[in-house]
């Protein structure tokens, strides 16, 4: 059985301060891991993906995120938001190595104060 | 745009009616996810098809079925509708059975009335 928690349901930030988006996971396999953003009318996107290569995983717009088995965490972070930062992100687990059959979190939403 | 498309954006149903909603699935992908994302929640895996053939469930009612044609093109249809139906409905593209980057299309809001 897999799950996955997200810490916390809203996060307010300024612009071009740090963003964290915490995520813990459960998972009996070698897990995959992921981080998708989801803005207001458009489809699921993915950020980036951890699929044991390296601990550190560099995504899109920035963003990055650091797998650490000893926490079973998977935090989300960025140096510096943007006002397009602004949407719903969902920490993602699978047990296939591909992705498949995802179990999502239930959802951090992101709001960046100009 | 990821070119997953879904059909219609909106639908408001009575309960215990019918309803089938419709996906295209990017060029090439022989894999369809279906979710179910209630308000204010993450999306909950309903079923994948893989080549035609369901391929995995989640823990939906068998009221919850669907169809992937030759095409790639998909179905999800939900019998007796209830209440909690309410939700956007979300699938996924991908390339292998065993998976692949999903691709999401930007969903069908169905409203159960």
């Known amino acids: 059985a897999q799950s996955v928690t997200q810490l916390d349901s809203h996060v307010s930030v300024s612009e071009g301060t740090p963003v964290l988006l915490r995520c813990n996971y459960s998972?009996?396999?070698?897990?995959?891991l992921f981080w998708y953003v989801q803005h207001p009318n458009k489809g699921l996107q993915l950020l980036l993906k951890?699929?044991?290569?390296?601990?550190l995983v560099k995504g899109i717009n920035g963003f990055e995120a650091e797998f650490k088995k000893s926490e079973t965490s998977f935090h989300l972070t960025k140096p510096s938001a943007h006002m397009s930062d602004a949407a719903e992100y969902f920490c993602?687990?699978?047990?296939?190595?591909?992705?498949?059959?995802?179990?999502f979190g239930g959802g951090t939403r992101l709001m960046v104060k100009p | 745009e990821t070119g997953v498309t879904q059909s219609p954006t909106h639908l408001i149903k009575t309960r215990g009616q019918q309803v089938t909603l419709r996906c295209s699935s990017q060029?090439?992908?022989?894999?369809v996810s279906w979710y179910q994302q209630a308000l204010g929640q993450g999306p909950q895996f309903i079923f994948q098809y893989y080549r035609e053939e369901e391929n995995g469930r989640g823990n939906f009612p068998p009221r919850f079925s669907g169809l992937q044609f030759p095409n790639y093109s998909s179905e999800l249809n939900v019998n007796a509708l209830e209440l909690d139906d309410s939700a956007l409905y979300l699938c996924?593209?991908?390339?292998?059975?065993?998976?692949?980057?999903?691709?999401f299309g930007p969903g069908t809001r169905l409203t159960v009335l």
């Open positions: 060029s090439g992908h022989n894999t």
């Open positions: 996924a593209s991908s390339l292998e059975g065993e998976g692949d980057e999903q691709f």
């Open positions: 998972s009996s396999y070698s897990p995959s």
């Open positions: 993602v687990v699978s047990p296939y190595d591909a992705g498949n059959m995802l179990t």
């Open positions: 951890y699929t044991s290569a390296a601990t």
